[in-house]
């Protein structure tokens, strides 16, 4: 759903829901059984944000916060059985998050020695965490989810000259990243 409320302003949202059927790697265990057990991961999508621009369209943002609903996630885990690796259902995940990407394009005019300088900057923020999750017996329901960063952040400086010379600056944080559950 788009609603564009001016020139400089639109809406946007969306709701989606889609699954991921288990894949033969899953169903099929290193040892040749087959788990009949497995379900379909669920997920489900919502989604809201604006998009616009300033100053003459020299300013840009696209601002989007979402939350996602994975139920049914597959987990692996090794089995008492001869190191027979197996997969299960093993609980859900609730994801909250804001996305923001910016553009400013400092200068533009082609008369100049520098006739563009244009500044990108994104950022985004994850609180991705484990629901109702038990593996192997251990309960990671509360915990955050491993392997997605809470904060990134990229800047971009970007430059052009009349003689054809290009510059390109680049900054990139990563967050501290969850490695056990």
């Known amino acids: ?8 302003l639109s809406l946007h949202g969306s709701i989606s829901y889609g699954f991921s059927p288990p894949t033969i790697e899953e169903f099929r265990t290193n040892e040749g059984s087959i788990a009949l057990n497995l379900e379909a991961e669920q997920g489900t999508n919502f989604e809201v944000g604006a998009r616009g621009s300033f100053v003459d ?10 939350y996602f609903k994975l139920d049914e996630t597959i987990v692996q ?5 001869n190191s027979t690796v197996i997969f299960r259902n093993a609980g859900a995940t609730d994801q909250y998050g804001v996305e923001l990407a910016t553009k400013w394009a400092v200068i533009q ?3 100049n020695f520098l006739q563009q300088l244009d500044w990108n900057l994104s950022y985004t923020y994850h609180n991705f965490e484990f629901k109702n999750y038990i593996n192997d ?6 915990n955050k989810l491993t392997g997605v960063a809470p904060h990134t952040i990229v800047s971009t ?4 000259t009349e003689l054809g010379f290009y510059g390109n600056l680049s900054y990139n944080f990563t967050d501290e990243i969850p490695l056990n559950g």
């Open 109 to 111: 005019n082609p008369e």
């Open 77 to 81: 885990q090794q089995s008492d059985r």
């Open 137 to 142: 017996g251990n309960d990671y329901s509360g």
């Open 57 to 66: 369209a020299r300013f840009t943002y696209d601002l989007t916060t979402f």
């Open 1 to 8: 759903l788009l609603k564009k409320i001016s020139p400089a």
């Open 157 to 160: 400086l970007r430059a052009k």
